[in-house]
Structure formats: structure tokens, C-alpha cells
């Protein structure tokens, strides 16, 4: 027998065989043991995850006589004839070479009949976003008049291209990207049952590579065993996958953080010949830069935070030009030249000046306060507050607007403080609970991670604010408008509204909130505006406290 690729011999054939889709597997099988079949089923979700494989295993297990708490036997007729693709009443269609108004309605209409052999006739059709708009309405046709006993399955990489109309009309899975753990745990399994020994480096770098998808990583492992004497090690994987030694790496960032420009260009010469992909190895530069990250005090971040974004440009930069290494030594240049001392390496005296510096602050803005709700007490004691309020009200909230010029990535106050007027916490908990399925379900992988520890901060009908750790990745979001349209459409189809999205860094949101309080204070009564000058005080009394302990001692004169 001729020799089968691993990704299709180690093929999912039962739903307990599923890695890292527990969710999706056990939903299905519940349906089928409670009788509980749809008409029609759409799998999202990022290549390689099982979406197909999952819609095989569903065919089955619907239609197995010997069916076993939603499992299929894989032993009967109809389960062998699926598994081979032999079965007549299991159509699996691809839409990206079927895409035309004929095909669907050639579907349409074969669907009227009757099964032959099964009991429910099963349309697979796989990439479904490629079907044209003439073919998705014929399929809507299909999907509102839904013939007994006929089941649709469709399957796609781009959930935001499907339409609304269909989304509507089916029920809908997501399958998560899996986690390099569970495709390295996967991976041991399936060697150890090919009887090949391994080196677990090995498997983490193939895993890695994956990015997610279980195919692209049995196909992996299959090139770098064709390169092995019977043993994998991680040089077989570094070659094939075209990453990065983790030594190189560190030996290459070593340098940066010495700006030896010219160490840093020579690590780079040694691993360029070593016929390492300019590409793959920013890639790499990037992952070992966020694993840095997390480990990271404030201020290395704030550095860490200034080279990603240098090597971000210089990925897009990479992609774009055929002279990969120029554009890998130049962005090695600027990687060189901007690092600082970390905070850890400040002296003492430093230290010490910067915290009294704070406390000089701290003073000044208290002792203001004090002075402030003492004249606002006079004031109503005179029976004068409401004419004065209402005078210094205008220049308060003309002062403020002065300082959106000083806000980063040119914040747009006003379209904000719209944003805030309409916010409600009714929205802003269904976005919260809808983010983590949207970010999961972007396909490309940088754009992914732009949206990383990113979360909702306020939400309307029309807008939802959504806070970044850093301006620049901020900013990045705010200047692709196709990622925008994608989390529009991915929230509109996970939490029932699309919004506009606002991207703003936590520092600009945590101001313009701050100021859009400030503001509204101007339109309370006097009685309201002196409980919360009050609040403030004792919050400014608090903070000093905190700082420097008992030695705060409280006046009151």
C-alpha cells in the first residue's frame, strides 16, 4: 500500500478524538443522543482545526445504526462508506471551485430526494465564504424551506464574509485555534504509535510553527521526519520549519540591549546563512519579544512596547520587498539604536528624587482643593455660588477641550464623549462576554495579536470603546479599516449589534473619562458639586497616606 500522509492517517474519526474542540464535540453529540438535528450547521474557525473532520464525524454518528452516546461505531456500512467518501447520501462540495448560481441550485433540487442508504442525506460544502452572492441566495432559498431529513453543513475560514441572512438561519460552532501544548501532547501520541523516537524541542518548535491548525502541524512533522535517521531532534524541525535556535535569538537580542549595532548585524549574518527565512525569523523575533513582555517590569515594557512596534513595521516591510535581508539589517538598525537603561538600573538618588518630585505634586494639588471648597463654602454662605458657578462653568469645559490636542494617536474627543453619552452597562456586558470569541476568531495572526489584552470599556448602540495597553497598537487598529469592518461583523453576529469601533490606550481613555466626569459635574447643584469636592479630598488624603504612611498628619482648620 502507498504511503499515507499523517495529517489523513491520524484523521479524527470519532468526536473523543477531537483535540482541543471539547466544547463544539460535546454539543454535537448531545444534539444527536437528544434527537435534536438541525437543518443546518456552519463550523468556524481558524484552517486545521477539524471543522471538516467534525462534519464527517457528524454525518456518521447521525446516521450509524450502531450509534453509541452520539459516537459512531466505524464499523457498519454506512460509517466505513463515509470514512472513504463512497456514500452517496454524504455530498462534501468545495465552494471554492463551486461557487456558481448552478451548483447550489443543482444541490436544491437533488436535495428534494429521499435518502438512498442513510437516513439523512448530508451536504458538506467546505469554504462556504467563496460562494458567489448569486449562489448565497439560492442558498438561502435552500436554507429557509428546508426539505425533511436533509442536513447542511458548511464550513469556512472567514465567518465575517458570510451573510447575515444565512448566519441567521443556521445554528453556528467555533472552533478555536488549538494551543501548542495540546499540539504537542498530540504530536507525542502520534510517534510514539509510529514507534519514532524524539526530542521534545522538537515537537514545541513544530508546534509553534502551526500557529493553531492540527494539519498544518501532522504535515510538519511528516517533512521533518522525511529529513530524520529514525530519531527527530530539533534540528530536523528548525529545518524544515525554517525557525529560529532559541540560542541564536538570545544571542541576537544580547546585543540589541548592548546597542552593538554591529554584534547585533553579525548574529543576524550568521543565521541568514544559515538559510533562515528573513520572514519567518521576524516572526520568531516578534514571539520571543512578547514572551519578554510578560516577564517585563514598567519600564522595560514601555521599551519592549517601542520594539515591536519597530518590528512589526519591518514585517510588513519584509513581506512587501524581495531584498528581505536589507530590510532585516535596517530594522536591526533601529532595533539597536532606541534601547534604554531599564528602571531596575536607576541609582538610588534618582529613585529618591522622582518620589519627591510626586510628593511635591501631591502637596500642591491637596493644598488646592483645600483652598477651592473653602471659597465654595463662603460662597454659599453669601448666598453668591449659583451666579459664580455658572460663570467659571464655560472656561472649566473650554479648558479641558484644550487638552485633546495633548492626547496621543489624535483622539477624537467628541465622538468619545458621544460615545459616552449613549453607554450602557447592558452593553458593555454583552461585549465583554462576546470579545474573547471575536478575538479568537480572527484569521490572520497580526491582526490576532493586535487585539490581545485588549477588553470593552464602554458600550452603546452606535459605539463601543475599546481600551489598548499601549497608543501604538491603538493606533494600528484605528488605521485598518478592514479589521474594524471584520470586528464589526464578527460582533454582530456573536453579541446581536455592530458598533463603531473606537480604538484608545488605557492612559487616553482613563483622561478623557476623567474629563468627561469633570464636566458633567459643571451641570450639578451646588450641594452636589461640595459632597464631591469632599469625596476628593478625602481621596487625596487616602493616596498620601498610602504612599507615606502614618507620618501624614490631617489639619482641619
Known amino acids: 500500500m502507498s504511503y499515507q500522509a499523517l495529517y489523513r492517517k491520524y484523521r479524527s474519526q470519532r468526536f473523543d478524538e477531537m483535540v482541543g474542540q471539547e466544547v463544539v464535540a460535546t454539543t454535537l453529540k448531545n444534539a444527536i443522543v437528544n434527537h435534536q438535528i438541525s437543518h443546518a450547521y456552519l463550523f468556524s474557525g481558524p484552517r486545521g482545526t477539524g471543522k471538516t473532520s467534525a462534519a464527517k464525524i ?25 470514512t472513504k467518501g463512497t456514500l452517496e447520501d454524504v455530498i462534501e462540495l468545495d465552494a471554492a471551485s463551486n461557487n456558481g448560481v448552478d451548483e447550489i441550485r443543482e444541490i436544491r433540487d437533488k436535495s428534494t430526494y429521499a435518502a438512498t442508504h442513510a437516513t439523512y442525506k448530508v451536504y458538506i460544502i467546505d469554504e462556504v465564504h467563496m460562494l458567489s452572492t448569486g449562489a448565497f441566495n439560492a442558498l438561502l432559498k435552500t436554507l429557509e424551506e428546508p426539505t425533511e431529513n436533509v442536513v447542511f453543513v458548511l464550513a469556512t475560514t472567514e465567518l465575517q464574509k458570510i451573510p447575515a441572512t444565512i448566519i441567521s438561519r443556521v445554528q453556528r460552532f467555533a ?18 504509535e509510529e514507534k519514532i523516537e524524539f526530542d ?5 518548535v513544530i508546534a509553534k510553527s502551526a500557529e493553531g491548525g492540527m494539519r498544518d502541524a501532522l504535515s510538519l512533522l511528516d517533512q521533518a521526519l522525511s529529513f530524520s535517521d529514525g530519531q527527530l531532534k530539533e534540528k530536523d524541525a528548525l529545518l524544515v520549519t525554517g525557525s529560529i535556535a532559541n540560542e541564536a535569538l538570545i544571542a541576537y537580542v544580547d546585543a540589541l540591549k548592548q546597542n552593538d549595532e554591529t554584534s547585533a548585524l553579525t548574529e543576524l549574518d550568521k543565521i541568514f546563512l544559515e538559510g533562515k527565512n528573513m520572514l519567518r525569523f521576524t516572526e520568531d523575533l516578534l514571539a520571543y519579544f512578547r514572551d519578554m513582555l510578560l516577564k517585563a517590569d514598567e519600564k522595560n515594557r514601555t521599551q519592549l512596547f517601542s520594539w515591536i512596534d519597530i518590528a512589526i513595521d519591518s514585517l510588513k516591510n519584509i513581506k512587501e520587498t524581495t ?16 534601547y534604554q537603561t531599564p528602571v531596575s538600573s536607576l541609582g538610588s538618588n534618582q529613585e529618591l528624587q522622582e518620589v519627591l518630585q510626586g510628593f511635591s505634586k501631591l502637596s500642591q494639588d491637596y493644598k488646592a482643593l483645600s483652598q477651592e471648597i473653602s471659597e465654595l463654602k463662603a460662597q454659599i454662605a453669601s448666598g453668591t455660588v449659583q451666579t459664580k458657578v455658572q460663570a467659571s462653568a464655560t472656561p472649566v469645559v473650554s479648558a479641558d477641550k484644550s487638552k485633546s490636542s495633548g492626547h496621543s494617536n489624535s483622539v477624537n474627543r467628541d465622538l468619545i464623549y458621544k460615545a459616552l453619552g449613549e453607554a450602557t452597562r447592558e452593553a458593555l456586558n454583552a461585549a465583554n462576554k462576546a470579545w474573547p470569541e471575536l478575538v479568537a476568531s480572527i484569521s490572520i495572526p497580526a491582526e490576532r495579536a493586535l487585539l490581545n489584552n485588549t477588553k470593552p470599556a464602554a458600550a452603546g448602540e452606535h459605539y463601543l470603546v475599546v481600551t489598548f495597553p499601549h497608543v501604538n497598537l491603538a493606533k494600528r487598529v484605528t488605521e485598518n479599516a478592514e479589521l474594524q469592518l471584520t470586528c464589526g461583523n464578527l460582533l454582530s453576529s456573536i453579541a446581536g449589534f455592530s458598533p463603531e469601533i473606537i480604538a484608545l490606550a488605557e492612559s487616553d481613555w482613563k483622561e478623557i473619562r476623567s474629563e468627561y466626569v469633570a464636566e458633567l459635574k459643571t451641570k450639578k447643584s451646588p450641594s452636589e458639586e461640595v459632597e464631591e469636592q469632599k469625596e476628593l479630598e478625602d481621596e487625596g488624603l487616602a493616596m498620601a497616606k498610602s504612599l507615606f504612611g502614618e507620618k501624614v498628619v490631617e489639619i482641619d482648620d
Open 323 to 338: 531584498h528581505t535581508k536589507i530590510a532585516a539589517d535596517v530594522m536591526t538598525m533601529r532595533l539597536a539604536e532606541v
Open 58 to 82: 457528524f454525518a456518521k454518528a447521525i446516521n450509524c445504526p450502531n450509534q453509541v452516546d452520539g459516537e459512531p461505531c466505524n464499523n457498519c456500512f454506512i460509517c466505513d462508506s463515509i
Open 175 to 192: 472552533f478555536k485555534s488549538i494551543t501548542t501544548n495540546e499540539i504537542q501532547g498530540h504530536l507525542a501520541d502520534v510517534l510514539q
Open 200 to 204: 521534545p524541542t522538537a515537537l514545541e
